[in-house]
């Protein structure tokens, strides 16, 4: 049998070897007095880079590299802005954060007040019948009392609402909406899934994790001409922001089905690696074994399963109680055993699996089930990966480098939920929340995104979060846990090199070298030397993806 790592470690060789060729000719692109951010451990730093059609032919000092050119090479004095490899993000929801940048902005709102006027501002604009959809709120913003339908039913009487929580994992209907999804107090809880109920039994109009399931029947699904639309606007902010990759976790397949469908149309402008849901694993076994695994612009081959719900939400699986609610547990989105079939099933089947997990019980089920999967299945280079791996037992962070799982965290949740997380955490379970330090540590390999749109999908704000841990509220200046800080070139290579790993591009993506494709982020600030602090104020000056401007320009 083939060994992956060796074949990956083959075609690297074999693009290095074709490119270091054809230098042997004019370059068609050519970067010089730039401050450039390989990657590479050996070749930190460089000066200059030589691009040939959309691969880098030359990295380098000026000199080397204007000694390549010819008539026809466009040359761009970078005048010391600052390159690196394109930023990559490793889970995002991205149809659903598209569509969100033309919903309702609840996520600043500060007070209940501003809540109701915001959604009942977005309520006029639409027509009668049409859904209010998005939103992000945060109840932590006005003193933490949760919302309910009576909040909002006087301003939205001819306008269906659910509104999400950030975290999505808890949605707010008004009493319309309620009616229209067929939810009242006889409807049952789903599995995994919750109805908030008030002291009478009656739908509060919160409903969590698989509860939102009940809205299916009643939302009217876009039509795929507004999905693709709606991909290429997030598309468009997701470049604005440098990057140029993102790995989509979604629970269906219908982002799958549009980006397929916006390849075909060659109207890409981004990569992107779909996940689809574990149920669903012999379907996506039939189409690997039928169409491979797609391309460098829109791959698949990846499953996402869920094993738990979220802190805010209350539904994250924890083996002690909640601090503010001691008769609660969490939820388990997907039974145990349910869960430990699906993967044992789909490993078998040579998929690349990934579960999201937030509660240390979560977390120490899932890695349970994925040495029982690599022990029954045999040796392979899988990549198991847990997303979010979010608070952990002490005694779990070495499993992680032992069973070469990756932790596939996002660093901007730690200073969001880190103003509040010792109510339900209490303060024995802090230091191992976010815990990105010890992970690096311990050897494990961890790589970074947003959960965009739980968080914003820009890099530059999450980098800042790992390296300095302060709240967002601005109450930690010295760091939130900050024996878990870690340092920022640690951060770009999570953002970076261990992203191409983690979806198996490791030969052709993540690091500014000979052979690799050239997506590039230019940024007017050296992000290894700027103080912490300056990182959120970097600006991008021009995303590069497959060796063209996709954002901005390349001229400073």
């Given at each position: 049998m083939i060994n992956r790592?060796?074949?990956?470690?083959?075609?690297?060789?074999?693009?290095?070897?074709?490119?270091?060729?054809?230098?042997?000719?004019?370059?068609?692109?050519?970067?010089?007095?730039?401050?450039?951010?390989?990657?590479?451990?050996?070749?930190?730093?460089?000066s200059a880079i030589g691009?040939?059609?959309?691969?880098?032919?030359?990295?380098?000092?000026?000199?080397?590299?204007k000694k390549l050119t010819g008539k026809r090479t466009r040359i761009?004095?970078?005048?010391?802005?600052?390159?690196m490899p394109g930023f990559m993000d490793n889970h995002t929801h991205f149809l659903r954060a598209s569509f969100g940048l033309s919903a309702p902005e609840?996520?600043?709102?500060?007070?209940?007040?501003?809540f109701i006027e915001r959604i009942a501002k977005s309520a006029q604009a639409?027509?009668?019948?049409?859904?209010?959809q998005g939103g992000n709120w945060d109840e932590q913003m006005w003193g933490g009392e949760l919302p309910s339908r009576q909040w909002i039913d006087a301003v939205t009487p001819n306008t269906p609402v659910a509104v999400v929580r950030l975290d999505q994992h808890?949605?707010?209907?008004?009493?319309?909406?309620?009616?229209?999804?067929?939810?009242?107090?006889?409807?049952?809880?789903?599995?995994?899934?919750?109805?908030?109920?008030?002291?009478?039994?009656?739908?509060?109009?919160?409903?969590?994790?698989?509860?939102?399931?009940?809205?299916?029947?009643?939302?009217?699904?876009?039509?795929?001409?507004?999905?693709?639309?709606?991909?290429?606007?997030?598309?468009a902010h997701a470049l604005s922001k440098g990057v140029t990759q993102v790995h989509v976790t979604e629970l269906d397949w219908v982002t799958h089905d549009s980006l397929r469908r916006l390849r075909q149309a060659n109207r890409i402008g981004m990569r992107f690696y779909s996940f689809v849901p574990l149920e669903d694993w012999r379907k996506l076994d039939a189409l690997v074994k039928a169409e491979g695994r797609g391309d460098d612009w829109v791959r698949w081959g990846a499953l996402k399963g869920l094993v738990d719900g979220s802190l805010?939400?209350?539904?994250?699986?924890?083996?002690?109680?909640?601090?503010?609610?001691?008769?609660?547990?969490?939820?388990y989105r997907t039974p145990p055993e349910r869960l430990r079939e699906l993967i044992l099933e789909a490993d078998a089947a040579g998929l690349h699996i990934t579960v999201h997990a937030i509660g240390d019980e979560g977390n120490d089920k899932v890695l349970g089930m994925f040495e029982e999967a690599i022990a029954k299945n045999g040796a392979r280079d899988r990549r198991f990966r847990i997303e979010h791996a979010q608070h952990l037992l002490e005694s779990d962070v070495p499993r992680f480098a032992k069973l070469n799982i990756i932790a596939s965290m996002q660093p901007y949740h730690a200073i969001d939920d880190g103003r509040w997380a010792i109510k339900p955490l209490g303060p024995g379970r802090l230091h191992t929340s976010w815990a990105i330090r010890s992970l690096l540590d311990a050897k494990a390999k961890v790589t970074f995104g947003s959960d965009w749109p739980v968080a914003p999908i820009d890099p530059l704000v999450g980098v800042a979060a790992a390296v300095l841990r302060q709240t967002i509220d601005g109450a930690n200046p010295s760091g939130w846990v900050p024996e878990q800080k870690i340092t920022v070139q640690e951060a770009l290579t999570a953002y970076t090199t261990t992203n191409a790993f983690a979806g198996f591009q490791e030969d052709r993506l993540g690091l500014i070298a000979p052979g690799y494709l050239a997506d590039l982020t230019i940024l007017d600030t050296d992000l290894t030397t700027c103080a912490p602090e300056q990182i959120t104020r970097a600006k991008v000056l021009g995303t590069l993806v497959d060796g063209r401007v996709r954002y901005g320009t390349d001229r400073t």
């Open positions: 790592r060796e074949l990956l470690a083959g075609m690297g060789a074999m693009f290095a070897a074709r490119h270091v060729f054809a230098a042997d000719r004019p370059l068609d692109l050519a970067y010089v007095n730039a401050k450039v951010w390989t990657g590479q451990r050996d070749v930190p730093l460089a691009i040939s059609t959309n691969r880098i032919t030359v990295v380098g000092d000026n000199e080397r590299i761009v004095d970078l005048q010391g802005a600052f390159v609840l996520r600043t709102a500060k007070t209940k007040q501003e639409l027509r009668p019948g049409q859904w209010l808890v949605a707010l209907l008004n009493s319309l909406a309620l009616k229209l999804a067929r939810i009242d107090r006889n409807t049952p809880d789903p599995e995994g899934g919750l109805i908030v109920r008030d002291e009478k039994g009656e739908p509060t109009g919160l409903i969590k994790d698989k509860a939102k399931d009940l809205l299916k029947v009643a939302i009217p699904k876009p039509s795929d001409a507004d999905i693709d639309a709606a991909i290429g606007v997030g598309t805010g939400s209350r539904t994250a699986v924890f083996h002690e109680p909640y601090a503010d609610d001691p008769a609660n547990h969490g939820i």
